[in-house]
């Protein structure tokens, strides 16, 4: 007989499951429309008209600070080749959440068929913590390359570009790797329990 609090995180486990399930088809999706963009984008540089009725175009990297760059800079500059790097970078980023999303997956497998300690889910737990480490690391650089090229095409003067690592993102890739161990220890005590039955 099932408790009745294991049913209840049992379903909400499915539809988790399913939710991760979708989100990672979408994600797929939006890596190859990226992937499109940018092949389309090299082939086809002409394509892209940016600048606005005022004859100027605006830029926001990060969502922080907006660049206002007038036609004659954009005249001089080849920004098909910015976009094609922008797209190559959303790409990366979204293969990264990708691997991360099929670990939940593998884990979320697992608690729906009711072995939350399995082996492969402290593996999960700890292929994401990597995943996530290398992430506070990875994406800064492409950010920073990105912004640099952006600055350099651009000649924006009194403008640096620094470089720093995610911390807050380094620690929790941090927390799931000691969170994988304390599953592995988990995963070690289940399986002792079940030789001895």
Do not use: C
Request: neutral net charge; hydrophobic residues 55%; aromatic residues 10%.
């Amino acid at each position: 007989m099932k408790v009745p609090s294991l049913v209840k995180y049992s379903k909400l486990s499915k539809s988790i499951s399913g939710i991760i399930n979708v989100l990672f088809w979408v994600v797929l999706g939006l890596a190859a429309a990226s992937i499109l963009a940018a092949i389309g984008i090299g082939a086809f540089p002409k394509a892209i008209d940016l600048i606005t009725a005022d004859n100027s175009f605006s830029i926001s990297p990060d969502n922080i600070i907006r660049f206002e760059i007038t036609a004659s800079s954009i005249s001089d500059t080849d920004i098909s080749n910015l976009y094609s790097l922008l797209f190559i970078s959303i790409t990366l980023l979204l293969i990264m959440i990708l691997f991360v999303l099929q670990q939940l997956k593998n884990i979320l497998k697992n608690v729906v068929d009711a072995k939350p300690f399995a082996k492969e889910n402290a593996k999960s737990i700890m292929y994401t913590g990597y995943i996530v480490i290398a992430g506070s690391v990875i994406v800064p650089v492409m950010k920073a390359f990105m912004v640099n090229k952006i600055v350099h095409a651009f000649d924006i003067s009194n403008v640096n570009v620094v470089y720093t690592i995610n911390t807050e993102i380094l620690i929790l890739g941090i927390l799931l790797l000691l969170l994988s161990a304390i599953f592995n220890y988990g995963a070690y005590l289940q399986q002792e329990y079940d030789t001895t039955i």
